[in-house]
């Protein structure tokens, strides 16, 4: 699983790292991807993560 963001389409509101902090963090400077690979375990708060970004700027990819 591969975990990308638009950071041109990210407004940096955060819902994503509220769904997955292992993955998504938002400071000052933007959004960071901090796991670009997580494994299967997180599979299911990053899909909601994917649905729940206002933007749709976070794409998964199997």
Do not use: W, Y
């Not at 591969?2 to 955060?14: E, F, I, P, S, Y």
């Amino acid at each position: 699983m591969r975990v990308m963001v638009d950071l041109d389409t990210c407004d940096g509101n955060g819902v994503c790292m509220s769904i997955c902090h292992e993955v998504f963090d938002v400071r000052e400077d933007g959004l960071h991807v901090l796991v670009e690979s997580p494994g299967e375990d997180l599979r299911q708060q990053i899909k909601g993560a994917e649905v729940s970004c206002p933007t749709r700027a976070i794409t998964v990819e199997d």
